[in-house]
């Protein structure tokens, strides 16, 4: 009993102290310190603490995230992958998080949903006003975020990390474009609550966005006695109508989103889960405004039957379908680029964008053309024949690649911030395959564009008999791996390695499909001039000499008949033939060129008269002003001359 009465005496004596040195102060002086304590203890009190408590959960949310981005990196490759991280620069790669099917695309932004686009030709685009997209939060709490750009699986996920109760908190999204059933936007919303508190789920739908004229209503489906509400909304826009201003055009557009509760409580220690479908179909572009209703009509109906028919089945089925389609049909060949140190050195000095082609670049390049493309011979829809007409181009391309070699088009490959130079960066490709004889490829959706990539890429092109690859070696800037190459039925890897120590083209056999007649089918390949006996291709890499020749000849030579090579030896007419390190000057980059050297007796001799003329012109100052006879004594003045002259 005596230390709790020992407290109380302490502290009433501070009080009685503190009361008593107040009182003895002036008026003024001791409501100034008054204030002063009360701001000190609220703040000491309670904005201080908090302060704490914030800086500390946003650390530990950090530290959490940071937990999650090394389990993410573990669990992807990384040529298949890229992580994002929205806000911070410095630390983003210039990729953006995008999805597309060749009926619709869309960059995957939550603070800015308005990004969806209407493909209405090959190469033409047009925004949308409507956003598809879910915006979702924890109650009460605030996050770290990142997106997932996931190559060979089609889609983007967006994972947002809180920090409860001493425990990570993750909300995951994940969205797609469905690739065999071109109208679906899928999402996929998943908590995992590993706190002991139950927390407060808000699901935001958005919806139409500035779509002048267009109607939205909620109706409801009723699928084995259960009912699920849906948000329907339809209507027409207009689009630019370039060759006839005076007319103009417009699509009609039909949207039904499966409908979401706002708030959700998820208890502790749980994971919950929602699925979320939007069906969206529109319209070739038309003129007449009358023909809209009728349109509109028929567009409803098909809407609201496909998602009856997706309401009845097992989601899951659909997902993995998606996945499946991408990961083992059109993400199958790729390419990766291993940049000169030296090079890579000089370009990251350089405060301009940088120029040289990196494996991130070309894999994300490569991503934005597949999802901006149709697949045609994966749907369903499309008849036999005219697969068949699609294998054979596949397999036999009639003139493709007969331009410039890709790799050395910057602007082909480039480091990308905003949608639209996404949508400029597309077109640009498609315009340059199509102009370079690859119309027959790109008819066949995400393989022909595929392949017409990886043929350009070293400016393969196919003849009757060959495949060959008609880039300047003493162009290479780094080692180049163009991986799954179709010819005819059988897919190879192309290896190139231009440094001083190798200096070689790897070529191999990945798979080959039998003829039903002949057999195994055999390649064999040649270097440039096919100078020496034709190899066999084999699942080994066959390892080639890399030479630059001139006249400018393939460097790399790839055929069903050994024969067919055999006999290039006596066509192909070359004066020369070099290694990359006996290449002459002149044909190196004129950027690399070593500055002129001026001989040094030049330099001497600048030196020599310099110093001469400034001893001369001290001479002269000297004589003029620090001599014993002064200038006034030895200049005679123009008129003392003139006198002198008349006398």
């Not at 002149?586 to 002129?596: F, N, S, T």
Request: glycine share 4%; with cysteine.
């Amino acid at each position: 009993m005596c230390k709790p009465l020992i407290r109380e005496d302490y502290m009433m004596w501070v009080y009685n102290k503190a009361r008593a040195s107040i009182a003895s102060m002036p008026a003024g002086k001791s409501r100034r310190v008054c204030v002063t304590l009360i701001a000190v203890f609220i703040f000491f009190g309670y904005i201080a603490p908090w302060v704490i408590r914030q800086t500390k959960t946003s650390k530990m949310t950090a530290d959490c995230m940071t937990l999650k981005v090394e389990e993410i990196r573990k669990s992807i490759d990384p040529l298949e992958a890229a992580i994002l991280y929205p806000g911070n620069e410095d630390q983003n790669p210039k990729i953006l998080p995008f999805l597309g099917n060749g009926n619709m695309v869309f960059v995957v932004n939550h603070q800015s949903p308005h990004n969806l686009r209407l493909k209405y030709e090959i190469s033409k685009t047009v925004m949308a006003p409507y956003r598809p997209m879910v915006k979702v939060l924890l109650q009460g709490y605030n996050d770290k975020t990142i997106y997932v750009v996931n190559y060979r699986q089609g889609k983007v996920e967006r994972i947002q990390c809180y920090f409860v109760m001493d425990q990570c908190v993750w909300l995951n999204v994940t969205t797609f474009i469905h690739r065999t059933v071109p109208t679906l936007f899928y999402e996929i919303i998943t908590l995992e609550n590993q706190s002991p508190l139950p927390l407060m789920l808000e699901i935001n739908r958005n919806g139409p966005f500035f779509w002048k004229g267009s109607g939205t209503s909620t109706e409801s489906l009723k699928i084995n006695n259960l009912a699920h509400q849906y948000i329907l909304t339809s209507g027409r826009f207009p689009i630019p109508n370039p060759s006839d201003k005076g007319h103009q055009l417009n699509i009609a557009m039909v949207v039904a989103a499966t409908s979401v509760s706002k708030l959700t409580e998820v208890p502790p220690l749980s994971i919950h889960q929602i699925k979320t479908q939007t069906i969206l179909r529109y319209s070739e572009p038309f003129l007449d405004a009358n023909l809209e209703d009728k349109i509109l009509s028929d567009m409803v109906d098909k809407v609201e039957e496909e998602l009856f028919k997706f309401l009845g089945m097992e989601m899951t089925s659909i997902e993995q379908e998606h996945l499946t389609v991408w990961s083992d049909n059109i993400w199958n060949s790729y390419l990766t680029v291993e940049p000169d140190k030296a090079l890579l050195a000089e370009d990251e000095e350089e405060e301009e964008e940088t120029k040289l082609l990196t494996t991130e670049l070309g894999m994300a390049t490569i991503y934005y053309l597949l999802s901006s493309v149709p697949a045609h011979f994966l749907l369903p829809s499309t008849s036999k024949n005219k697969k068949k007409e699609m294998l054979h181009e596949l397999q036999r391309p009639t003139s493709c690649f007969n331009g410039l070699p890709t790799f050395q088009d910057v602007n082909l490959w480039k480091g990308l911030n905003k949608e639209a130079d996404l949508n400029d960066l597309v077109s640009h490709w498609v315009h340059v395959l199509y102009k370079h004889g690859c119309a027959g490829l790109l008819s066949a959706g995400t393989q022909g564009v595929n392949q017409a990539v990886m043929l350009s890429f070293l400016g393969g092109q196919f003849a009757d008999k060959e495949l060959s690859f008609h880039a300047d070696p003493s162009f290479f800037q780094g080692r180049y791996n163009v991986h799954n190459l179709l010819i005819n039925t059988t897919f190879v890897d192309v290896r190139v390695d231009p440094r001083l120590n190798k200096q070689t083209v790897q070529v191999r056999m990945v798979s080959a499909h039998a003829q039903k007649e002949s057999g195994p089918v055999k390649l064999y390949v040649c270097e440039a001039g096919c100078t020496s006996e034709p190899k066999e291709l084999n699942l080994d890499f066959v390892t080639l000499e890399l030479r630059w020749t001139e006249p400018p000849t393939p460097f790399l030579y790839i055929s069903h008949s050994k024969e067919h090579l055999v006999s290039l030896r006596k066509i192909i007419h070359i004066s020369k033939s070099k290694r990359l390190d006996e290449l002459s000057q002149a044909k190196v980059d004129p950027k690399k060129r070593e500055p002129l050297h001026i001989p040094a007796f030049f330099w001497v001799g600048i030196i020599s008269m310099i110093i001469l003329f400034h001893m001369f012109l001290i001479k002269l100052i000297y004589n003029e002003y620090c001599s014993e006879n002064p200038a006034t004594n030895r200049i005679i003045s123009w008129k003392g001359s003139k006198d002198a002259n008349q006398a």
